[in-house]
């Protein structure tokens, strides 16, 4: 299946949050596809450690950036603007929770914190580089949602509902920029084998259950959306936008 070659050849991609997990593997994958890739983190020791592993040289750079912060993604946009005079392709690849035991107890403080870094962090970035890719009249923004936004799931109730909102702000997204050739899909994963989720999967006990409510009898590997999210990068998705594809195993299914 890595076989498989998307044509991204010579794009300029920024991939939110690359520096570990989905991030990196999709990194990994458009640098093998002869991509020039841009990947941010907010710790520069994980920038550094997945330059180490990607060995993408020229085509490969790595900014330090939070993305619920705009006036550090205006220094990443002009950074991308300045070298490449261009952004072909967005993927916004960062997201987080902090686990809320129930909702309505959630303070604020914590609501705020979950929303920017999901939800605000997309908004900002999305319409950062459809700024840059309104200019050449071509663009690809795919974001990176979860299950969670169609299944009320403890501890992830925050999570779901700006994972909800991401996906209705494809769809606006989607139709506002049609008409400038910039196409916005999301790719929904089920649980995905990366630190986010280390500990369901890695408890023996947990993962069992959870993998009775997956057809496909296991989780996604990163390698398993990866392939979703080139796909609606490429010129084989020109004719959709506004979509979600859900990539679980078949869990939402049944
Ligand atoms: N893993 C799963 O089971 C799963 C399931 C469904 C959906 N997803 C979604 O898939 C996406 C990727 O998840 P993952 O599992 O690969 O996560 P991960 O392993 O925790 O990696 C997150 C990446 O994002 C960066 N990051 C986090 N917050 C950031 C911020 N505010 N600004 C800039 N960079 C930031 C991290 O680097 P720093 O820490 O250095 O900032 C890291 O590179 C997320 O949107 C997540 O919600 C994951």
């Avoid at 983190?41 to 993408?56: C, M, N, P």
């Avoid at 974001?143 to 996906?167: D, H, L, Q």
């Avoid at 899909?185 to 009775?212: C, E, H, L």
Wanted: charged share 20%; net charge neutral; with cysteine.
């Amino acid at each position: 299946m890595n076989q498989i070659s998307y044509g991204l050849k010579d794009k300029v991609v920024l991939v939110t949050g690359g520096s570990r997990g989905i991030g990196f593997e999709i990194a990994q994958k458009l640098l093998e596809e002869n991509a020039n890739v841009i990947i941010c983190g907010r710790k520069q020791e994980g920038l550094d450690k997945a330059v180490a592993l990607l060995k993408g040289g020229d085509r490969l750079m790595a900014v330090q950036c939070h993305v619920a912060k705009e006036s550090e993604i205006d220094g990443l946009m002009s950074q991308i603007s300045e070298r490449y005079s261009r952004l072909d392709i967005l993927i916004n690849n960062v997201g987080m929770n902090l686990m809320t035991a129930s909702t309505i107890e959630t303070d604020l403080g914590l609501w705020t914190k979950i929303i920017d870094s999901n939800l605000n962090a997309t908004f900002l970035c999305s319409k950062k580089a459809a700024m840059l890719m309104k200019e050449n009249q071509s663009g690809k923004i795919v974001s990176i949602t979860s299950v969670a936004a169609r299944r009320a799931a403890p501890g992830m109730g925050i999570y779901g509902i700006a994972k909800a909102a991401i996906e209705m702000m494809t769809r606006v997204l989607a139709s506002e920029l049609a008409m400038v050739n910039i196409q916005v899909n999301a790719v929904a994963p089920g649980m995905v084998r990366t630190d986010f989720s280390k500990p369901f999967w890695s408890n023996d006990q947990f993962y069992s259950q959870i993998v009775k409510y997956i057809p496909m009898g296991r989780i996604a590997e990163p390698i398993d959306v990866v392939h979703p999210v080139l796909f609606l990068s490429s010129a084989a998705s020109d004719y959709i936008t506004g979509q979600t594809l859900i990539v679980d195993g078949g869990s939402t299914a049944i």
